[in-house]
């Protein structure tokens, strides 16, 4: 951690040598991308910095070449580009390249200016985000930016690294953000919508944790709440946060019982919740919840939506929580469809695998969080490897691989060794978490090559 914040220091004062430029910015379409280009904003905009700024879904040759076309000399990779080290070197050699980043890196050697935790190999997933790596060189450069430290907690939020707590550089950004006022940390429910939803689409829209029976399903829901005694008022539930303590204490231990049996710890359900104190939307209130609002604008690729919520614009916020409402809709559609083909035994399982292959039937930018949900729904034995693939509008098929519950396992290698059997594809991400996109038609190969090597690696 010392080595690391010492890496921060030189990278910054390699960077105050350039102040008088102007910059560019080119940062991730995720959550945690969003927040990481907040930050970064807000931080030049402090001192006074020109700058612009571009958000990418992943980078190649093309979005590189175009960025050398550019006029800044100074250009800023956020939450991406350790995984292009020498294409960016070879395309962008006239310019002065900083990447602030989390991802893998592909060459150990290189004159670029990279601040990565992932230099120490023995680093986990789970210490430092896209935005967390932003948030210290800017902390770094000026210790006002503390007051951008929540954002950083929302980005590792974003990027699954908060896990009933944070570890690493988290845990010491998130306790600057407590330290400057922005977060409180309390005991609670660990759901999403418990400071806005009523209680019924809370548990009907609880994906993390995942209640069976519940999730996913309107009559279930409605079921469980008549069975613990808990009745709406009128024609309608009670928001979770206004239960009294004996209705929270009956839901709590109805959604344990709910979940006995599965293999998973049933009783983690409650956890940190992480509320910031300067925000007045409710949507916004639960950090989670924030996150999940970033989110779906960058699934649904409206990434300057989701900056402009980071930024406190109000006509962005409105449009951003309509967004999400219909992504919330699309997701259930899309469960819902999963749950049919689960009962009809329309999916490809295999020892210690599952393939959902969705054509049409899941939007491609929601592909992705489906396979993340099975995998953390306890329908599968820890460390199944969940495959999700969809149709893209383009004639793309967009796969996402996913482990299940907190089974370890280098999915990225797994789909860079099958895609590379088919070609030249891209494919990417995190050890536990990533993705590829290949044409249509090669979709069945990629099956067949996918059963071929899951069915020989195990057991
Ligand atoms: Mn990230």
């Known amino acids: 951690m010392k080595d690391f914040l010492e890496d921060v220091k030189k990278v910054v004062d390699v ?47 093309a979005v590189l070449e175009e960025l050398n076309l550019e006029e800044s000399k100074i250009i800023f990779f956020l939450d991406l580009g350790s995984g292009s080290i020498k294409e960016i070197e070879r395309i962008l050699k006239d310019k002065i390249v900083f990447i602030l980043d989390h991802h893998k890196i592909s060459e150990k050697k290189t004159k670029l200016n990279l601040l990565n935790l992932c230099k120490n190999e023995d680093a986990d997933y789970r210490e430092i985000s896209g935005a967390g790596t932003v948030y210290l060189f800017f902390r770094c450069m000026n210790n006002k930016n503390i007051d951008l430290a929540y954002l950083a907690v929302v980005g590792a939020i974003g990027d699954m690294q908060e896990n009933r707590g944070f570890i690493g550089l988290n845990k010491l950004i998130l306790q600057d953000a407590v330290n400057n006022g922005d977060i409180v940390v309390k005991q609670g429910l660990y759901m999403f919508g418990i400071q806005t939803k ?38 309608k539930y009670p928001k979770v946060i206004n239960l009294n303590q004996e209705e929270m204490k009956k839901l709590v231990t109805g959604i344990i019982l709910k979940r006995l049996g599965s293999e998973k710890e049933p009783e983690n359900v409650l956890g940190p919740i992480y509320i910031l104190k300067n925000e007045k939307e409710d949507m916004m209130k639960d950090a989670r919840d924030f996150s999940t609002l970033l989110n779906s604008c960058g699934r649904l690729s409206r990434p300057s939506l989701g900056m402009g919520v980071c930024l406190g614009d109000k006509n962005a916020r409105t449009n951003a929580i309509k967004l999400l409402n219909d992504y919330k809709f699309e997701l259930i559609n899309s469960l819902n469809w999963f749950y049919k083909k689960k009962k009809n035994k329309e999916l490809i399982e295999g020892e210690g695998y599952m393939i959902i292959n969705s054509e049409d039937n899941v939007k491609d930018a929601l592909i992705g969080t489906l396979a993340s949900i099975v995998a953390k ?20 098929t967009k796969i996402s691989a996913r482990i299940a519950g907190n089974g370890d396992y280098n999915l990225r290698d797994l789909l860079i060794g099958i895609t590379r059997k088919l070609g030249n594809y891209v494919a990417g991400g995190h050890r536990v978490a990533c993705g590829a996109s290949i044409p249509q038609e090669k979709e069945q190969d990629f099956i067949k090559i996918a059963k071929e090597s899951l069915d020989r690696k195990f057991y």
């Open 377 to 396: 729904s306890n329908l599968y034995k820890d460390g199944t490897i969940i495959i999700g693939l969809a149709h893209t509008l383009d004639g793309e």
């Open 198 to 235: 009523p209680l019924d689409r809370v548990l009907e829209y609880s994906t993390d944790p995942y209640i069976p029976g519940v999730t996913g399903n309107r009559e279930g829901t409605l079921t469980f709440l008549d069975e613990i005694g808990i009745k709406p008022e009128g024609k």
């Open 15 to 61: 960077f105050k040598e350039h102040l008088d430029n102007q910059i560019k910015i080119v940062s991730h379409i995720d959550t945690d991308g969003i927040t990481a280009a907040s930050i970064a904003s807000q931080a030049f905009l402090r001192e006074g910095i020109k700058f612009s700024l571009s958000f990418v879904k992943m980078l190649d040759d």
